[in-house]
C-alpha cells in the first residue's frame, strides 16, 4: 500500500512539532505523499487554531518544505476548516490550498462553544446546557450541520465524519444500533455519495486511547463503501510519531468493509490506489 497521510497538525496550530519533523518522520517510514491541515481560524480565537497573525508564516514554510524535500516526498497544504452556521469568514475558499477538510468540532452561540471534541465533562454541558438533555436533538443538529457544510462550501475531505461519539463511552448516551442514529447517518452518507464528497477514515480516536475503531465506524464503512464514497486513510497526527498510528489495523478494518482503495494526491490532483 502506498503511505499517505493528509490530516496533520504541526505547532502552527495544536501539534507538538515543526512541520519540518513530521516531513523528515514521513520520508524515514517510506510515505509518498503528505499534508498538513492546522486548524483554520474562527472568529472565536481559541488556543488550538492557528492564528490569524500566523497563516502567512505557515503557507510560506509548508511552500518552503515542499520545495527543500520535492526530490523525497510530495507535501501538500491544507487546513481543517469548522463550519458555523451564520458566520462566513471561515476562509474555506478565501485562500489558494491544495484542499480543505471540513469538520464539526463544537456548537455556539454568541457568548461560548459547547465542545464535541472535548473532555467528558463539556461533552455533558454540550449536552445538557446546549441541548438541554436532549441527545437526539444534539446528533441530529451535528449531522445536519456535515449536510450544510457540505452543500455551501464543498470541503473535498469530511473530517472525523462521526466525532460526535469520541465521549459516548458503553453507549452510554446514544446507541449507534438504534434506528434513529442510523436514518441521521444514512442521511448524510446518501447526500454526500451525490457530492462525491471523500470521508477521512481517521485513525486519531485510537492511536491517543478515545477509541478501538475508527472514525467512521466500521458499519458506517460498510454503508459508505456500499454507496461508493471515497476515502482517504489519515492519523489526525499531532505528534510525528504518530504518522501512521494504527494504519495496518484501519486497512484491515476497510477491507472489511468492501473497500480495495483510498484517494491519494499525485502531482497536485486526487486518484485512486490500491489498499
Avoid at 66 to 92: H, Q, R, T
Avoid at 99 to 126: A, L, M, P, Q
Avoid at 212 to 218: F, H, I, K, N
Avoid at 253 to 275: C, N, P, V
Wanted: glycine content about 8%; proline content about 4%; aromatic content about 14%.
Amino acid at each position: 500500500m502506498i503511505k499517505t497521510n493528509y490530516h496533520m497538525h504541526s505547532n502552527y496550530s495544536d501539534g507538538k512539532a515543526d512541520p519540518e519533523d513530521y516531513v523528515k518522520t514521513a520520508i524515514e517510514k517510506g510515505f509518498v505523499s503528505i499534508g498538513f491541515t492546522e486548524h483554520g481560524p474562527t472568529k472565536f480565537k481559541k488556543p488550538w487554531e492557528l492564528k490569524p497573525e500566523n497563516v502567512g508564516k505557515y503557507f510560506f514554510e509548508i511552500d518552503r518544505l515542499k520545495k527543500l524535500y520535492a526530490d523525497k516526498i510530495e507535501i501538500y497544504c491544507g487546513l481543517e476548516l469548522d463550519f458555523l452556521p451564520g458566520v462566513e469568514s471561515n476562509d474555506f475558499y478565501e485562500h489558494d490550498l491544495d484542499y480543505r477538510i471540513g469538520s464539526i468540532h463544537y456548537f455556539f452561540d454568541d457568548e461560548d462553544i459547547y465542545g464535541v471534541d472535548c473532555n467528558f465533562e463539556e461533552f455533558k454541558k454540550t449536552i445538557f446546557d446546549y441541548f438541554s438533555g436532549d441527545v437526539r436533538k444534539m446528533v441530529g443538529e451535528f449531522y445536519s450541520r456535515i449536510i450544510q457544510m457540505v452543500d455551501k462550501f464543498r470541503p473535498e475531505i469530511i473530517g472525523h465524519f462521526d466525532l460526535i461519539k469520541i465521549n459516548n463511552f458503553n453507549m452510554q448516551f446514544f446507541s449507534e444500533d438504534e434506528k434513529w442514529y442510523i436514518d441521521e447517518v444514512m442521511k448524510v452518507l446518501d447526500y454526500i455519495s451525490s457530492k462525491g464528497t471523500m470521508l477521512d477514515v481517521n485513525t486519531g480516536g485510537i492511536t491517543r486511547g478515545y477509541l478501538t475503531e475508527p472514525y467512521p465506524s466500521a458499519w458506517v464503512l460498510r454503508e459508505s463503501a456500499r454507496l461508493k464514497i471515497p476515502v482517504t486513510l489519515n492519523s489526525d497526527a499531532h505528534r510525528p510519531e504518530h504518522i501512521d498510528g494504527n494504519f495496518e489495523l484501519v486497512t484491515q478494518i476497510l477491507k472489511d468493509a468492501g473497500y480495495r482503495e483510498k484517494m491519494i494526491m499525485r502531482g497536485g490532483k486526487w486518484e485512486s490506489s490500491e489498499l
